[in-house]
């Protein structure tokens, strides 16, 4: 009995080890191939290696955004030990402004960015394997003020907004790779294939950095919460393009808590809202020579006159008084035609108009003209504005219209609103004598050799017919709003801003009337020179009161820097 036992046990023995050795033979000699490949599949790494963003340039080749090496310190264990600590602080004490904070973010978040040399990085590799220490790229940008122009790139290397975005495909370039095999007996790699990056391509924009910090800085000296825009007309280059406050870039590529990002989001003056085109308002008398263009267009003779007495009394069918609207000059302007209504910025006349051609005409010629349609400039996120009517009060708030609401539109105001940028374009058909070109701020794109792969061209967006002798009614009332001096009736409403202004600058202010407690925005818009106009400006100061005492000096700060610059 136990003999045959122990036949029956070698029997299983031999049997197993037979299947054993036939497994064995399978996976080492006929399914070698298949299996060697999924063990190296297993051990091989592929490391992404992004390349370096093309940089971006304003109009005369200097930087407004480039990369930087910083370096990237990560905690892979615990809570550092005293020890590593007193180490750390020992190498970062006379580098960063503050170790303490660099050690915290350590300990908690695990990740710190430093900008720091390459041996200062090394001495913190060696104080403990848990730090790990990485280079890495970073975007950097020339000032605070371009965030609304360029956006930013984050910390992880990804456009979030503005032209880093919208020209990411241009400047981002190709990544690269390395496939390796990782040896975990020897510790050691073998590289199999690489692959190397491409850098991105290099941008032109038509910017001029040094305009763009004066007119940033002019704001900010002021704590004028606005915007500040200069254009070629007839190109449709953007040379200036501020809206302040501003947000820092260099805040969102280095990286930032929640607690700073909140602190960003909840700002009380809204810096993350791009004022230029992502927020409207009431143009006030700003949009007058448009209204005044409109009117002669329909038959009104540019030497009828009104007599401005400071009240504009509206009247029914029986001459009963039904609304009465005052002139910013309590004592009124007199005798007024259509050239000293630009001039002096006389709001009877335009009641006057208001009456005699009615909502459904101007509505009709705003929206002929493409007034509050966004522009289709080259940044996210344009919005539109409104000229109200019948059916948009029907509409949006099921109610008529009443003829008081007429008169207010034709100074501005009412449920009318326009972007900064649509301001501009106004102006700048009013200067080309009907075209417009669209807003750009790409001029080219050039190859990590200088060579241009891409250059803009103008694109004439619209074109439309204006009688050139209309048009000389509303180019001398502009010129005389910067040029007339006389009594404060007569005066034009921004000749103290540019008397003794070494070139004739055809303008226009605005003040727009926001609330009961007569809180109003300043505007300030124009062209020059005004024969043949090659810079057009729009200046808007969030309750900035009068335009005259506000945003025309912002107005002729910035554009005597122009004049000297670029027609000197």
């Known amino acids: 009995m136990k003999e045959k036992r122990v036949k029956f046990l070698f029997v299983v023995f031999l049997i197993s080890f037979c299947l054993i050795f036939l497994r064995s033979f399978q996976l080492q000699v006929i399914d070698w191939e298949e299996y060697t490949l999924k063990v190296q599949d297993l051990s091989t790494k592929i490391f ?12 005369n080749g200097k930087l407004l955004a480039w990369n930087e090496t910083i370096y990237q310190i990560t905690n892979s264990g615990n809570i550092l030990e005293e020890d590593t600590e007193e180490k750390l602080y020992s190498i970062l ?80 370039g190709n990544y690269g790779y390395k496939m390796s095999i990782m040896s975990s007996s020897k510790g050691t790699t073998q590289l199999i294939e690489k692959t190397y990056p491409i850098p991105g391509n290099n941008i032109v924009l038509s910017i001029d950095l040094d305009l763009q910090i004066k007119a940033y800085d002019y704001m900010k000296k002021y704590n004028h919460n606005g915007t500040i825009i200069i254009s ?68 009104i003779s540019p030497d009828a006159t009104i007599n401005s007495t400071g009240i504009y009394y509206l009247r029914n069918s029986k001459g009963e008084i039904i609304d009465q609207l005052e002139d910013w000059n309590p004592l009124g302007h007199g005798e007024t035609n259509l050239v000293k209504s630009i001039r002096s910025s006389v ?11 009615g909502i459904d005409y101007l509505e009709e010629y705003a ?14 996120y344009e919005k539109s504005g409104n000229f109200p009517g019948r059916k948009w009060k029907l509409e949006n708030l ?51 050799f200088g060579n241009v792969v891409n250059e803009y061209e103008p694109i004439l967006i619209d074109s439309y017919e204006m009688n050139k002798e209309y048009l000389q009614y509303i180019y001398q009332g502009m010129i005389e709003a910067t040029t007339y001096d006389g009594e404060s009736n007569e005066k034009g409403t921004a000749y103290d801003a540019f008397k003794d202004f070494p070139i004739t600058v055809a ?62």
């Open 367 to 380: 929206h002929e003209y493409q007034l509050v349609e966004p522009t289709g400039i080259d940044l996210p």
């Open 398 to 448: 099921g109610e008529v219209w009443y003829p008081g609401e007429t008169l207010r539109v034709y100074i501005g105001q009412s449920a009318t609103t326009m972007t900064p940028i649509q301001i501009l374009r106004m102006y700048n058909l009013i200067a080309t004598g009907g075209n417009y070109y669209k807003f750009n701020l790409f001029m080219k794109e050039e190859d990590i």
């Open 93 to 172: 004490k006379d580098v960063v402004d503050n170790p303490y904070m660099v050690i915290d973010k350590l300990n908690f978040q695990k990740k710190v960015n430093l900008n720091i040399n390459s041996v200062v990085a090394l001495k913190i590799a060696d104080i403990d394997p848990n730090l790990k220490v990485q280079e890495k790229l970073i975007r950097r940008y020339a000032h605070e003020s371009l965030y609304h122009i360029l956006g930013y790139v984050d910390n992880e290397g990804y456009p979030r907004t503005g032209l880093e975005l919208v020209y990411d495909e241009k400047i981002r």
């Open 507 to 568: 303008g226009k202010t605005g003040t727009a009337q926001i609330d009961k407690e007569k809180h109003s925005h300043s505007w300030f818009a124009g062209f020059l020179p005004t024969t043949e106009p090659q810079y057009s400006i729009v200046v808007f100061v969030e309750y900035g009161g009068m335009g005259a005492s506000t945003a025309a000096p912002v107005a002729r700060e910035i554009l005597h820097d122009l004049v000297e610059k670029y027609l000197y």
């Open 232 to 299: 070629n007309p007839n190109t449709g280059e953007i040379l200036v393009f501020v809206s302040y406050p501003s947000p820092d870039p260099n805040k969102f590529s280095e990286g930032m808590d929640n607690l700073e990002y909140k602190k960003i989001l909840n700002d009380p003056n809204k810096i993350l809202v791009n004022r230029c085109i992502s927020a409207y308002y009431p143009p006030g008398s700003i949009i007058k020579p448009f209204v005044a263009y409109a009117a002669l267009e329909a038959g």
């Open 347 to 357: 709001n009877s006349y335009y009641y006057w108009l208001g009456e005699r051609l």
């Open 48 to 59: 992404i290696e992004p390349p370096e963003r093309g940089k971006i340039y304003d109009r």
